[in-house]
């Protein structure tokens, strides 16, 4: 991943600008989608007719189609060219996204939600491919990296406040919409100024495709179906049971096939498989805020779809500029304590959050902590992305962008259904609604604050680098 398909002058440069706004925005569009359908929940709840358990499955069932099928995405654009998929990504999630804004009942959102989330399964590692092939190792690189990074969170900000705009002010349908002009727009641009890369000869693994993402299907759903019907009903445990075996058998094939949907060897760096590990348990963490703070907020403290959404703000607007200036900070003291001090962060600010009750006051009980959040995840995500990806050797270099995003995306998954576990097991507290629906929250942010401080311990063990600063407080970025 060496090679510069873009010579270093100044039409090199040029082009190697505007493909680097093309893969933000592609990949901005993706985290929107993700968060903006948080704050239109309660509205596209009671207008489709969703139960609470089954509301989940609106963000589950793209995640779960998103992180399961990553890993066959990364792969096909090594085989088939990363600009042939990330065009074929962007036409799919545009077709979906169609399809969204205008489903009539559950089962067809849900559904066409999954297909939404194969499209961005094909553009996702396609885009940070594409950057690595397009800038070169070294600052340049690292700073692509970081602003990629840093799009990840902001974008997950951003969408919140514009989902409630759109819900309360228009439709939670025009979040999908808005997808159609943009995603045209972006194919034709990246058709004029994205240039394609060298093909590698070899398969699609599809066997492990196929055991990865029903594994993953299996124990989200084993999970969401024992809060609605019990651990011990046969819904609950026999998908669970399944996911174990469907999940192992994936990592046997794995290791046995000659091309590998993921090489294992990437698991053999401790930095950067910690670097996966926290991304998951951070993801899984922080989904909880996205999740259920929307419907705390609407829920218990009254606010319309776009209060909410605009309460969020604390969060964006400090998370926003704390990217901002990571590149900087990683400079002076290092990738990984940068990283460290962003999870600490987050897991403290989810910490504090988690005292919400229905009496709470939004500046005192959730505004201050969800700026610390915002800080959090402002320092961590850019650091998190940089620790995946780097040393990984060239024709490696699609697999570990793919498992950056799975861990990204299945972390997310498994997080929600996880809480929702911990949110239906926490019912009975009160025949008060306001109450009782705060007292869920609160448990449930409880239990994202464990996950959190689960990954600040993986970042402590197995990502930060025990080694003095030099005199002057000067490091180059983080190699790892």
Known sequence: MNSVPYPTTASGTARRGAVLLLVLASYLMIVLDISIVFTGLP?????????????????????????????????AGDLLGRKRMFMLGLAVFVAASLAIGLAQ????????????????AILAPATLALLSVTFPEGAERSRALGWYGATAGVGASIGMVLGGVLADLLSWRVGFFINVPLGLA????????????????????????????????GLVYGLVEAAETGWFA??????????VLLLGAFFVHEARTAQPLLPLGLFKDRVRSGAYAARLLFLAGVIGFWFYLTQYLQGVLGMRPLQAGLAFLPA??????????VSRLTY???????????????????????????????????????????????????PLTIAGVAGVAPQDAG??????NASHQLGGSVGLALLVVVFSASGGYSADA????????????????????????????????????????????ASH
């Open 399 to 404: 697999a570990a962008s793919g498992l950056v």
């Open 234 to 243: 046969l819904h609950s445990w026999m998908p669970l049971l399944a996911a």
């Open 186 to 217: 972006l194919i034709w641009g990246a058709r004029c100024h994205v240039a394609e890369t060298p093909r590698q000869t070899g398969r699609l693994d599809m066997p492990g495709a196929a055991l990865s993402t029903l594994g993953m299907v």
């Open 316 to 325: 964006t607007l400090l998370q926003l500029l704390t990217a901002m200036s």
């Open 332 to 382: 002076r003291f290092g990738n990984d304590r940068v990283l460290a001090a962003g999870v600490a962060l987050t897991a403290a600010g989810m910490a504090w959050l988690a005292q919400v009750s229905a009496h709470s006051s939004y500046f005192a009980n959730v505004a201050l902590p969800m700026a610390v959040l915002g800080i959090g995840q402002g320092l961590a995500l850019s």
């Open 105 to 120: 009942s559950p089962a067809f959102l849900v559904a066409a939600r999954a297909v939404q989330g194969l499209g961005s």
């Open 43 to 75: 509205r596209i709840r009671d207008s489709l007719g969703f139960s609470p358990a089954t509301l989940s499955w609106v963000h589950t069932a793209y995640t779960l189609s998103f992180g399961g099928l990553l890993m066959a995405g990364a792969r």
């Open 434 to 477: 306001k109450v009782e629906l705060a007292h869920r929250v609160a448990r449930s942010l409880d239990a994202s604050a464990v996950l959190l401080f689960l990954a600040l311990l993986v970042v402590l063990t197995c990502v930060v680098q025990r080694r003095p600063l030099p005199p002057n407080n000067q490091v180059a970025p």
